[in-house]
């Protein structure tokens, strides 16, 4: 079963625009929740993470926000650019070992 | 400087043949992985490694193995190479058991004709 549900699987924004990626989780027992940026033919790279003590974290135009009772969490990116067209991926782990999820591509329009 | 690499970047083999990706790094990480990417699954784990003689299977763990003998290598062998485990495959590595920052290599493109 997936335990790490991503939405949209794509996305469309213009320069200046923000972007929204949504993830949900079932196991509570996850405690680390990061976000990585893979750009065509790269590795992924971690962009910003955060624990559930905390309901956002901001990192220049990027924040994530953290629902706990919800089991959800979301990035934002702020005036978005062409330079962060990229796949982004949420994540969670519990004991040190990432589960993904299936992934947004953004496109960014100048 | 510490980094994690891959090898081959590409590669090409037969139904049925063993393949063996190769994952090396150099950060001393005790915590090693490996995920396959396929368009619409995302990043999907295979195995994993806490540790020298550790090997954990993952979600998608059929036709793969794994072994830990160092720290810094975690080669990744399909027994009998299928169509379906054409994939792009991930190797990342993390310093501790805790739930910290991975790091990814360049990744392995693997066609299985």
């Known amino acids: 079963q997936q335990q790490v549900k991503q939405s949209p699987q794509s996305l469309i924004v213009q320069k200046g625009g923000i972007s929204i990626i949504n993830c949900a989780y079932e196991?509570?027992?996850?405690?680390?929740f990061p976000w990585y940026q893979q750009f065509p033919g790269k590795g992924p790279a971690l962009l910003i993470a955060?624990?559930?003590?905390?309901s956002e974290k901001k990192e220049g135009r990027f924040t994530i926000s953290f629902n706990k009772s919800a089991k959800q969490f979301s990035l934002h990116i702020m005036d978005s650019q062409p330079g962060d067209s990229a796949t982004y991926f949420c994540a969670a782990a519990g004991t040190g070992k990432l589960i993904f999820g299936q992934g947004t591509t953004l496109q960014v329009k100048p | 400087d510490a980094e994690i690499t891959q090898s081959p970047r590409h590669k090409i083999t037969e139904t049925g043949r063993q393949v063996t990706l190769a994952c090396h790094q150099t950060?001393?990480?005790?915590?090693m992985f490996w995920y396959r990417q396929d368009l619409g699954h995302g990043l999907r784990l295979i195995h994993y490694?806490?540790?020298?003689?550790?090997?954990n299977k993952g979600e998608v763990s059929d036709g793969y193995s794994v072994s830990r003998s160092n720290t810094e290598d975690l080669p990744l062998t399909l027994e009998s190479a299928a169509s379906s485990q054409t994939s792009v495959y991930f190797c990342?590595?993390?310093?501790?058991?805790?739930?910290?920052?991975?790091?990814f290599g360049q990744g392995t493109r693997l066609t299985v004709v």
């Open positions: 950060w001393n990480h005790n915590n």
């Open positions: 990342a590595s993390s310093e501790k058991q805790g739930s910290t920052e991975a790091f």
């Open positions: 955060i624990r559930p003590d905390v």
């Open positions: 196991n509570t027992a996850f405690d680390y």
């Open positions: 490694s806490y540790g020298v003689h550790d090997t």
